[in-house]
């Protein structure tokens, strides 16, 4: 929406056309957002690939500022929308991963698919798992959707142009049966992208993140999980943390504070089938401060399945004393 007010109100078509680009960079800067971090570390960390000894399938929508209207009646609604499939599975000692995602924000589109491989080592009555991973990171930008004051400017781009670039991240990653930590380094060799402009460039800063998680037992039936998630390029960062409480193995709630945006975030959800294999969780975000843009809310969503830890090699001889062998 930044890059359709400046279209609509800057009056030099040269310096218009620099400007896009300009505001493209700062906007690209930051990584797709999560509420349920907590549940899906695989995007964050490489290292988190075959945690917690379970094969995952996650999927997860996430819908920002939802109701947001952009300021043309013709153009679609100006809410962000993120969507994120995950996979993780343990095969002894290591630890494999996969995750697509889509994150759309006005003409302007991130995916991102990467696969992930942990090395997991005995220590301290835990696993310290080493992590990396590498894929692909597409971004493109419709200028068919932005709104120029003079529209037969030969400058000003049309259609769809999109880039793709190799990307990279590393992590480490501690856990044990009462809490877990991790350190992680995306988009290491920090790739450009033009998007049209000969000289301009749009590049992906490298964002650290670090996130930690306790397991405190309350009782028989009551657990509460202190969270918390720090998110830095280097120059900026945010914070944001919480708990969450489940009840008897199966329900929970919760809710977190976002620092950067104001935002408070209630969460909760339901594990659909008796052996825990399928859940059910959704966050909504509340704004109680700051810009008044934001305010419309934002709401996530995600399905996940999960599968025992695979087992190798050959199976274990039953002795009876009728058969010895």
Do not use: C
Request: proline letters at 5%; hydrophobic letters at 40%; aromatic letters at 12%.
């Amino acid at each position: 929406m930044i890059l359709k007010f400046i279209i609509q109100n800057i009056k030099w078509n040269r310096l218009l056309a620099i400007l896009i680009l300009i505001s493209s960079s700062a906007i690209a800067q930051k990584d797709a957002q999560f509420s349920l971090f907590s549940l899906n570390q695989l995007y964050l960390n490489p290292a988190a690939a075959g945690a917690g000894g379970l094969t995952q399938f996650q999927l997860t929508h996430r819908t920002q500022y939802s109701g947001y209207q952009g300021t043309n009646p013709v153009d679609e609604g100006g809410s962000l929308s993120t969507q994120l499939f995950s996979f993780s599975m343990p095969i002894k000692n290591f630890g494999i991963g996969f995750y697509a995602l889509n994150d759309k924000s006005g003409p302007r589109t991130d995916q991102d698919f990467k696969i992930s491989a942990s090395y997991h080592l005995p220590v301290l009555g835990g696993n310290l798992q080493l992590g990396a991973s590498a894929g692909l990171f597409r971004q493109s930008i419709d200028y068919g959707k932005l709104r120029a004051v003079d529209p037969d400017d030969p400058l000003i781009l049309t259609g769809v142009i999109s880039e793709i670039n190799p990307d990279f991240a590393v992590g480490a990653r501690f856990e044990n049966e009462t809490f877990h930590v991790g350190l992680s380094l995306n988009h290491l060799l920090k790739p450009k992208y033009q998007l049209g402009s000969e000289t301009g460039t749009n590049p992906l800063p490298r964002t650290l993140y670090f996130n930690a998680g306790v397991n405190i037992e309350l009782g028989y039936l009551l657990d509460i999980q202190p969270i918390v998630l720090v998110k830095s390029d280097i120059s900026t960062y945010s914070v944001e943390g919480g708990a969450t409480v489940t009840y008897n193995k199966r329900y929970w709630v919760g809710g977190t504070y976002r620092q950067q945006d104001a935002f408070f975030i209630i969460m909760g959800g339901v594990y659909l089938l008796t052996d825990q294999s399928l859940r059910l969780s959704g966050a909504y975000d509340l704004v109680i401060g700051g810009n008044k843009t934001k305010a419309p809310s934002s709401f996530e969503v995600m399905l996940s399945y999960a599968l025992p830890s695979p087992k190798f090699g050959k199976k274990t001889i039953i002795r009876t004393p009728r058969f010895r062998f």
